[in-house]
């Protein structure tokens, strides 16, 4: 990632890729008590998408490249779903939200490859790896 940043490369921004999750938008109720709470825009080579919990938790879940080599808790062709909880891998990810966020990877499977998708900024999306020596493991929490 070096060699872009010397290249004067910066990553691409986007508009939020709802799409991908059609027909789920923000504030649909998901499994046992999650729900969405937010999708970013695509910005610093990722898109966030946020759940909520009834009970006031969240989680965030970093949409990210995976260039053939997925670091998330489960992946699609196009997409890495990163879950940011400050473990490092460490934590032992509650198996109700993995469910969940398995459910999800399911959505953006089924539509993934729609023609009407702006495929764009998820061309430009960075690895995880790439994006915490860009811009810092700290800052992407």
């Given at each position: 990632?070096?060699?872009?940043?010397?290249?004067?490369?910066?990553?691409?921004?986007?508009?939020?890729?709802?799409?991908?999750?059609?027909?789920?938008?923000?504030?649909?109720?998901?499994?046992?008590?999650?729900y969405v709470s937010d999708l970013s825009r695509v910005e610093r080579g990722a898109?966030?998408?946020?759940?909520?919990?009834?009970?006031?938790?969240?989680?965030?879940?970093?949409?990210c490249a995976h260039e053939g080599?997925?670091?998330?808790?489960?992946?699609?062709?196009?997409v890495d779903f990163v879950l940011m909880d400050g473990g490092s891998g460490s934590f032992r990810t509650d198996e109700k939200l993995g469910r969940v966020i398995l459910g999800l990877a399911e959505r953006v499977r089924r539509n993934e490859t729609r023609p009407d998708g702006d495929l764009w900024p998820l061309a430009r999306m960075m690895t995880?790896?790439?994006?915490m020596e860009t811009f810092g493991?700290?800052?992407l929490v």
């Open positions: 990632m070096q060699a872009v940043q010397s290249a004067g490369v910066t990553p691409v921004s986007g508009p939020s890729p709802w799409w991908l999750f059609a027909p789920i938008g923000m504030g649909t109720p998901l499994k046992y008590g999650w898109a966030v998408l946020t759940l909520a919990h009834a009970s006031g938790k969240k989680a965030r879940v970093h949409l080599a997925p670091r998330g808790l489960t992946h699609t062709r196009l995880h790896d790439d994006r493991a700290d800052s």
